[in-house]
């Protein structure tokens, strides 16, 4: 028994006609997403200020100072509660608000310090004991 | 090199490590933090540390953090092998000997009469120190149970321990040297295998030094009547116990300074040799070869042990 396959001889064709649609379909959806995407970026582009040099990075190991911390500055509102015997303040964000930024300054580096030098070339120079403790980088004491 | 300096356990504290870089400083800030937590976990001052809760749950079967189990079980094994002269359970004599809280504030009181009118009403509520062969440890679930009536007291194991835990965990950014108020842990000697010079302080004198050593992965410790002391009833006591009396060792030596394997045993080596005197502190000096020290005798006089010889620098 013999099984008849209707459109036989009309088979690459019609698969031509899907390969093109396809290739349309997929041309017109990354050249859209490509449009959109570019002006969402332009808008948010910054004009660039000719009088200002490019800044420099950084060079590997240099010791530069630490950076301020930048953190966001709340912007409450005080609402004093009307009527209300308590004296409760109820504070709220007001989100209408820009966002500021505050400069914090870097703590304080106290603890750890570079030894005065008591090194000569990376070599010790003990006196040799007797009543000098040049030379010594501590002491042993009994507890204080 | 870099150094830190800071003041912890009632002591000045200095760490060194043998690398300027980035990381070696990173590290060695955290060393303070250190101490913190340690002290919250060992001291006897602080009315909210770990240790006093342990002391005032006595026969309770006491959970312990990793800090104090590890303290209070080396200070058990430093019991067992000084035969009994370094033990935690002098607590209690040292505040009927009238060293009631931390020094500095003993300082501070020493020339007023509240100290005295205190030190008086301890006298009425002297407290036996318990036996330390009482105290229970589970390994397991790392619990202590004291039994009722003792206290413990980890103030000098303490500092040792502390100062070797810090040395170690330092040495993973290079040679390390770190000085827990006189006991010191070194992790191993500087860049070109040079050793650290460390001096001793004379007990007289303490700007001064007696001898300067070369040290390098070991520990020293230096134990005296020199400094911590005070008086009660119109005699000086000092804070070394005697556990054989309960009262405060009675013995020729100023103070003794130890090199050890770590700085641990050199703290309560040095705390035996000044318990037991020089004549028989020195014998069991000699009975015990990895130990080398040098003793300032109260009437001036310098003794060495045989072996001291290869830390002195020459």
């Known amino acids: ?144 | 090199m870099l150094k830190v300096e800071f003041r912890a356990m009632g002591c000045q504290m200095a760490a060194f490590l043998d690398n300027d870089q980035p990381a070696a400083a990173k590290a060695l800030r955290q060393v303070p933090g250190w101490f913190e937590e340690w002290e919250q976990a060992l001291s006897r001052f602080r009315t909210d540390s770990e240790l006093n809760r342990l002391n005032a749950a006595p026969g309770v079967v006491f959970k312990a953090g990793s800090t104090l189990w590890e303290v209070v079980k080396a200070s058990l094994e430093t019991a067992q092998w000084t035969g009994g002269l370094v033990v935690p359970t002098v607590h209690n004599a040292l505040v009927n000997a009238g060293y009631n809280r931390s020094f500095n504030l003993l300082q501070a009181g020493h020339a007023g009469q509240a100290v005295h009118s205190r030190v008086a009403f301890l006298d009425d509520q002297k407290e036996e120190s318990g036996d330390w062969r009482d105290i229970l440890l589970d390994e397991y679930r790392q619990t202590i149970t004291l039994p009722p009536g003792l206290k413990l007291d980890l103030g000098g194991i303490g500092k040792g321990w502390a100062a070797k835990q810090a040395a170690r965990l330092l040495s993973d950014f290079g040679p390390a040297l770190v000085d827990a108020g006189g006991d010191i842990a070194v992790s191993g000697p500087q860049a070109g295998e040079t050793p650290w010079p460390v001096s001793v302080a004379d007990p007289l004198q303490v700007q001064e030094s007696l001898d300067l050593l070369a040290l390098a992965d070991c520990g020293v410790a230096t134990s005296g009547i020199d400094f911590r002391r005070w008086q009660k009833n119109g005699v000086w006591k000092h804070h070394i116990i005697d556990p054989r009396t309960g009262e405060p060792a009675v013995t020729d030596i100023m103070s003794a300074t130890l090199v050890a394997p770590d700085a641990l045993q050199a703290e309560a080596a040095a705390k035996v040799v000044v318990i037991l005197g020089s004549q028989a502190g020195m014998d069991w000096l000699e009975g015990h070869p990895q130990f080398a020290g040098l003793l300032a005798m109260q009437d001036g006089r310098i003794l060495y042990s045989s072996r001291m010889d290869q830390y002195l620098w020459s």
């Open chain 1, 1 to 144: 028994m013999q099984t008849q396959r209707s459109g036989q001889n009309k088979g690459p064709k019609y698969l031509d006609t899907k390969v093109l649609i396809a290739s349309l379909s997929i041309a017109v959806t990354v050249g859209l997403w490509n449009l959109f995407s570019n002006e969402a970026v332009l808008a948010q582009k910054v004009e660039p200020n000719p009088e200002s040099s490019p800044p420099e990075a950084p060079a590997e190991g240099q010791d530069l100072p630490p950076l301020p911390t930048l953190v966001p500055l709340l912007n409450l509102s005080s609402v004093q509660s009307q009527g209300s015997s308590s004296g409760i303040v109820a504070q709220q964000a007001n989100p209408a608000q820009p966002v500021g930024l505050r400069s914090v300054t870097a703590p304080d580096q106290v603890i750890v310090q570079k030894v005065k030098p008591v090194f000569e070339e990376g070599k010790i120079a003990p006196s040799g004991g007797g009543s000098s403790r040049r030379g010594a980088v501590t002491q042993t004491r009994s507890s204080r």
